[in-house]
């Protein structure tokens, strides 16, 4: 029973956290994410979620995908559950909300969601910031991103969590961490969240004027 507590009350504060940081976000922030997102090959789909609604979370289905070129390179997607890259991150965001991505899902700039060229969709990964050492667990339900050296783009929360939302990209490490469910409960991604032990320390940068954007 307190050990059931504990979770809850942990995985309350983890899911406010992205709250808070949703509540932080100003239009001065689409120039990083002009600079950092390198998705401008892939094609974009309409927006069938507007701009401050609530986005359902699930609603995809599974799919691994034929190989696929963009701009020259070819991509072959495939579960490797031995995947352990480093390369650079980046992140998308109000661009991208709203709007369905690779395998039906709909993008939350606020989730704790990714892109990836090749792991299956929908799935999660381990990705950890080398800078300062933070790792959150994602899912990912898109793909991209198409740029040289780019291994993984991250939803906006993802990346403010990671503490490189300022910088716009980051050196990272992508660890394959197996299949998510389609329903999108996210409360895997949340607990992991609130047992990391910087994430206090996040959300009291995120409440302060100025400070974690």
Known sequence: ??????????????????????????????????????????????????????VPKGGGIYKVGNPYRIDGILYTPVEDPTYDRTGVASFYSEDFHGRKTANGEVFDMWALT???????????????????????????????????????????????????????TAMVRVRYAGRAPLNGDDHYEQRFLASQHWYRVAAWTATRPGLGR
């Open 114 to 168: 990714a892109a990836h060229p090749t792991l299956p969709l929908p799935s999660y990964a381990y990705v950890t910031n080398l800078s300062n050492g933070r790792t959150l667990l994602v899912r990912l339900n898109d793909r991209g991103p198409y740029a040289r050296g780019r291994v993984i783009d991250l939803s906006r929360a993802s990346a403010r969590l990671l503490g490189f939302e300022m910088q716009g």
């Open 1 to 54: 029973m307190r050990t059931s507590f504990r979770w809850s009350r942990a995985l309350g504060l983890g899911t406010g956290l992205l709250v808070v940081l949703s509540s932080a976000c100003a239009p001065a922030d689409r120039g990083r994410e002009a600079r950092s997102t390198p998705r401008t090959d892939a094609p974009v789909s309409p927006r069938v979620v507007p701009l401050g609604q609530p």
